[in-house]
């Protein structure tokens, strides 16, 4: 959000509202240091790469993602639940340093 100074937002509580969740959604803030992250479609195919760095914020809602970290690194992830454990993703065969695609 982007508000201007003296603008209010009202006390409120959530409601209960059933949801259901198909596919997990998550955020990841970068505390410290730098990762690369690759990007895959649906079907598993490399699409590019970025690097996040202190203070960055990612959602990655759709396809597939790795992560390489280029130096010590300190992440906060969230996403919705509740986990299902094993049945939460599906594992593949990513690509190696040399063969990223970083995009600016």
Known sequence: MNRPSGYVIPPHVHNPVAREVQYTKEVLFIRSGRVRVDFYDDDHTYLESRV????????????????????????IEVKQGPYAGDNDKTRFEGISA???VIKP
Do not use: S
């Open 52 to 75: 996040l760095e202190t203070g960055d914020v990612i959602l990655l809602a759709y396809g597939g993602h790795g992560f390489e970290m280029l130096e010590p690194t300190e992440m």
């Open 98 to 100: 040399d063969q990223a």
